[in-house]
């Protein structure tokens, strides 16, 4: 946060200077934009350390699990008294040895060795982990904070380098807003007037009956009194 600190110290002495520092200056606070953006894509899009991972995966195997174990008629095949009720008699467990285990049968049986499996797997891809996801919230707060702070700065110095003479075009998301917000005032100003137009031709078309005065405003009463 200092440096930001600085550099708007910086862009407030460079208005007072000459068109070159100005210039700078504005540079300096667009190269801060790009890498407080670029640092807000990265935290952003970095992959979980290994230890949301395992959270991760004890959830999503305890849900496949309980599917599995509601769509499976296997544990009622094991347990019945009896194979005569099944169509093929005697096969308990419809496997062969060389079928793979179902991936939904590990996670009901065994759901520790299928966590360490997806961990021992995402640990083997060696992917740079970026912060903790219950840190993450406040970091990308921070950084979109500061980012506002700069880019508020920016177009200020933009605007005062313009009045100083000094022309530098708007940063294209800061023209793309001015021209929305223009456009939306221009608009209302035409519903606007558009609206009184249309309200003096009905009045036109309509003329309301002037009010009669009471006599004794036009002082009709009075005079007929002393008269």
Known sequence: MSTIVDALKTAAKAVTKGSKEITSAVADLRRQLAEKQAQLR???????????????????????????????DLVYRLTA????VFENRGARIRLIPSDPVPWGLLCAGDPARAEELVVALV????????????ERPALIEKLKAELTEIGQAEEQLVDQAAEAGVT????????????????????????????????????????????????YVTGEQGRDKFA
Not at 172 to 196: K, Y
């Open 42 to 72: 990265a935290l952003q899009r970095a992959p979980l350390p290994i230890d949301d991972v395992r959270v991760l995966a004890r959830k999503e195997i305890a849900r496949i699990g309980e599917l599995y174990l509601r769509d499976t």
């Open 81 to 84: 008294p009896s194979v005569d």
């Open 123 to 134: 640990e083997r891809a060696g992917l740079d982990a970026g912060a903790p996801a219950a």
């Open 168 to 215: 530098i075009e708007h940063r294209p998301d800061v023209a793309r807003r001015r021209a929305e917000r223009a456009a939306r005032e221009q608009a209302r100003q035409t519903e606007i007037a558009e609206r009184e137009e249309r309200q003096r031709a009905l009045d036109k078309r309509h003329p309301q009956p002037r009010a009669a005065q009471s006599s």
